[in-house]
Antibody, heavy 121, light 107 residues
C-alpha cells in the first residue's frame, strides 16, 4: 500500500524557517517524481514544487522560488521541503504527492495527509 | 499561467441524483486534465486523469469528459460518500494549476 506521511509542520514566526519531511513507503520511491502542493485554510489547492527521480532537477512556483528548496533522500525514502523567509501568506496545509508514473503526465496519483504550517507572531 | 475555472462553486444535489461539474481552462490543455475529490480534513484523492480515465478503484458512477478548454465531471447517482469538494487540475503546462473547487452538498 502506498503511504506518504508528512511531518515537520507547526507554528513559526514571520521570517522564520521550517523543514518539512515526507516519508514514503509501499512503492519504489526512487522511481518516481515527487511534488509538494499546499492549501491555505478554506482555500483551493496550489502546486508549489517538483523534484526529479534522482534529485537532479527541480521546479518551483513563482510564489516560493528562491525561498523554498525541495530535495530528497532516496536511501531514506524521504522527500523534503526547506522553507525560508516565511510570511503569513505561506500559512497552509502542505501535502506531498506522488506524480503519475506515466511520462509527461504530471498529475498526482497519491497524496499524503498533509502537515499544517502556521506563520504568525 | 493557465487559469482553471470551476462552476458552480456549490452544487446542491439529492442522494441518487446526477451531478454535473464543469471546469474551464483559459487556454487549451488538450486532455491533460485530472479530477480530485477532497473530503473535510482529508487529502485529495485522484478520480480521473487524461480527462476521462478513471483512476484505480474509482466507481463507474464517476465519469469525465471533454478536451481542449471545456471539461465535465459527472457523478451519475450520488451516494452519501460522494458529498465533498471536487477540484480539476491541468497538467499540460507549467505551472500546474488547479480550479477553485466545486462543493457538492446534500440538498
Amino acid at each position: 500500500e502506498v503511504q506518504l506521511v508528512e511531518s515537520g509542520g507547526g507554528l513559526v514566526q514571520p521570517g522564520g524557517s521550517l523543514r518539512l519531511s515526507c516519508a514514503a513507503s509501499g512503492f519504489t520511491f526512487s522511481s518516481y517524481y515527487m511534488q509538494w502542493a499546499r492549501q491555505a485554510p478554506g482555500k483551493g489547492l496550489v502546486w508549489i514544487s517538483r523534484i526529479y527521480k534522482d534529485g537532479s532537477g527541480t521546479n518551483y512556483a513563482d510564489s516560493v522560488k528562491g525561498r523554498f528548496t525541495i530535495s530528497r533522500d532516496n536511501a531514506k525514502n524521504t522527500l523534503y521541503l526547506q522553507m525560508n523567509s516565511l510570511s503569513a501568506e505561506d500559512t497552509a496545509v502542505y501535502y506531498c504527492a506522488r506524480e503519475s508514473p506515466q511520462r509527461g503526465d504530471y498529475y498526482f496519483d497519491y497524496w499524503g495527509q498533509g502537515t499544517l504550517v502556521t506563520v504568525s507572531s | 499561467e493557465i487559469v482553471m475555472t470551476q462552476s458552480p462553486a456549490t452544487l446542491s444535489v439529492s442522494p441518487g441524483e446526477r451531478a454535473t461539474l464543469s471546469c474551464r481552462a483559459s487556454q487549451t490543455v488538450s486532455s491533460k486534465l485530472a479530477w480530485y475529490q477532497q473530503k473535510p480534513g482529508q487529502a485529495p484523492r485522484l478520480l480521473i486523469y487524461g480527462a476521462s480515465t478513471r483512476a484505480t478503484g474509482i466507481p463507474a458512477r464517476f465519469s469525465g469528459s471533454g478536451s481542449g478548454t471545456e471539461f465535465t465531471l459527472t457523478i451519475s447517482s450520488l451516494q452519501s460518500e460522494d458529498f465533498a469538494v471536487y477540484y480539476c487540475q491541468q497538467y499540460n503546462n507549467w505551472p500546474l494549476t488547479f480550479g477553485g473547487g466545486t462543493k457538492v452538498e446534500i440538498k
